[in-house]
Nanobody, 115 residues
Framework: QVQLVESGGGLVQAGGSLRLSCAAS????????MGWYRQAPGKQRELVAT???????NYADSVKGRFTISRDNAKNTVYLQMNSLRPEDTAVYYC?????????WGRGTQVTASS
């Protein structure tokens, strides 16, 4: 089992920045990929960014150049630095950990960028 706890969400004005954190615990040795997804009201959950154990990253086109995902393996924590936030970035952001057997999800943290 893997447990994920997100923090760092909040309300900012458009153009502002936030940094999300996700701390993993439990069977962390089994994690291959960690990442962030988001879900806006009335929309499906979508990929934001992922990072592998080796540090390879992948981003949704809508956040490239504005968001940066990083990982501190010593702290078992993954971060999402979000700059130049837009109202369309408003969503609940979920941390994800991928193992051979299944995905694990955090409970989510609300990010709101006001216009």
């Amino acid at each position: 089992q893997v447990q994920l706890v997100e923090s760092g969400g909040g309300l900012v004005q458009a153009g502002g920045s936030l940094r999300l954190s996700c701390a993993a615990s439990g069977s962390i040795f089994s994690i291959n990929v960690m990442g962030w997804y988001r879900q806006a009201p009335g929309k499906q959950r979508e990929l934001v960014a992922t990072i592998t154990n080796g540090g390879s990253t992948n981003y949704a086109d809508s956040v490239k150049g504005r968001f940066t995902i990083s990982r501190d393996n010593a702290k078992n924590t993954v971060y999402l630095q979000m700059n130049s936030l837009r109202p369309e970035d408003t969503a609940v952001y979920y941390c994800m950990a991928d193992t051979v057997l299944r995905h694990y999800w955090g409970r989510g943290t609300q990010v709101t960028a006001s216009s």
